[in-house]
């Protein structure tokens, strides 16, 4: 087998540079995308600490001012600490402490308080993943880590076979219209592309959550459709045509969701 092998190196140089190329240029995507990494990772840690830090900050002040609400110096020291945080705040949190600067009670800020107390909450768990990733000794968490820097790189190089093959047909295509309607198709399939690419990518990082059966009807819709009419490339029209409405559908279930989040809340 090894002898085969390198007949085939031997009597091939391209595909020998090819794989040299392709080799090379991986190994340095993945020390590339390993930096970044760990680099983001760092700066997420330090962001969701500063974050601890003040709201931590402002969840004492609130509780001092609740317990003493006639001292004017709580009070201003309350207000300066809530304008250094207010980049911190949802719209909720935003809208909580408007009403407590139009009418000046500090019991206002107990409904704030339980904001707060989320937003602590989903930081510590944020860090705990974050810490989890940097220092776990667990070998499935090694492997992620390991894994995790080639993600990219292998949407990079579907990318680039995705692309090879669209020039590699469209160069044999003789008729205008053909080369039309594979370029159309080309353009369906890289939309399906960029839907796997991002899906995968947030489920990687533990973001993608629960989507119900209707958006993964409408996801899987918009990312199966090009393969569909592979056989029927003509037709290109009507995989765009059914992947555009198919994420009109998914904006709006989207806005719905959100709408009735902030009902709920």
């Not at 407590?100 to 904001?115: C, D, E, K, N, V």
């Not at 533990?206 to 490339?233: A, C, E």
């Amino acid at each position: 087998m090894w002898k085969d092998i390198a007949a085939l190196f031997g009597s091939n140089p391209l595909v020998t540079l090819l794989i040299v190329v392709v080799g090379t240029s991986t190994l340095w995507m993945y020390k590339e995308f390993k930096e970044i990494l760990n680099r983001n990772n760092i700066a997420k840690l330090n962001l969701i600490n500063e974050r601890l830090k003040t709201f931590g900050k402002l969840e004492a002040a609130i509780a001092l001012a609740l317990k003493k609400p006639e001292d004017e110096n709580i009070l201003v020291k309350l207000y300066d600490i809530l304008g250094e945080s207010s980049a911190l705040f949802t719209k909720e949190m935003r809208e909580v402490t408007r009403t407590f600067y139009t009418q000046g009670h500090p019991h206002i800020l107990s409904a704030l308080q339980i904001f707060i107390d989320n937003q602590i909450n989903t930081s510590r768990e944020e860090k705990a993943e974050l810490s989890k990733y940097e220092n776990s000794t667990d070998v499935i968490d090694k492997i992620g880590r390991m894994i995790k820097p080639f993600v990219p790189i292998v949407f990079i190089w579907a990318f680039v076979l995705l692309l090879v093959s669209y020039v590699s047909v469209l160069i044999h295509q003789q008729d205008m219209s053909a080369k039309i309607h594979w370029t159309m198709y080309f353009f369906s399939v890289l939309i399906s592309f960029m839907f796997v690419c991002v899906l995968l990518s947030v489920d990687f990082d533990n973001k993608l959550g629960k989507q119900g059966h209707y958006r993964w009807l409408l996801l899987s819709t918009i990312m199966i459709t090009p393969f569909v009419f592979l056989l029927y490339t003509g037709l290109w029209w009507v995989s765009i045509s059914i992947q555009v409405i198919a994420f009109i559908l998914l904006i709006k279930k989207q806005k719905k969701a959100k709408n009735s989040l902030i009902l709920l809340k």
